[in-house]
């Protein structure tokens, strides 16, 4: 069974950076889209990274240009590089795995069967 464990969120002041880690078990998902969500409190889960089985990658605008997808095939294990961080950052964060051979990679959530556990990052003004 595939487990997907997330570490690095955390507490930072406005324009401070974290990076999220998203480590695979029992299952290399590198074939796979992968993404990273977040919901905030009262907010739908949205997705704002992604990287699908070719190795693309694609961003929300609302992350674009700050935020970096990335991927270690030796680790299994999925990033999120996140620079000049906002206020409106603030969510838990969740990696998700889809793991079907698919030609694109779905935004809604639903199509995300795999996910991590989320983790919380705050950024205060």
């Known amino acids: 069974q595939v487990q997907l464990v997330e570490s690095g969120g955390g507490s930072v002041q406005a324009g401070g950076s974290l990076r999220l880690s998203c480590a695979a078990f029992?299952?290399?998902?590198?074939?796979?889209?992968v993404a990273w969500f977040r919901q905030a409190p009262g907010r739908e889960r949205e997705r704002i990274a992604y990287?699908?089985?070719?190795?693309?990658?694609d961003y929300a605008d609302s992350v674009k240009g700050r935020f970096t997808i990335s991927f270690d095939n030796a680790k299994n294990t999925l990033y999120l590089e996140m620079n000049s961080l906002k206020p409106e950052d603030t969510a838990t964060y969740y990696c998700?795995?889809?793991?079907?051979?698919?030609?694109?990679?779905?935004?809604?959530?639903?199509?995300?069967?795999?996910w991590g556990q989320g983790t919380q990052v705050t950024v205060s003004s």
């Open positions: 998700a795995a889809d793991l079907y051979f698919r030609t694109v990679c779905y935004r809604d959530p639903a199509n995300f069967g795999t």
């Open positions: 029992g299952y290399t998902v590198s074939n796979y889209c």
């Open positions: 990287r699908n089985g070719y190795g693309n990658t």
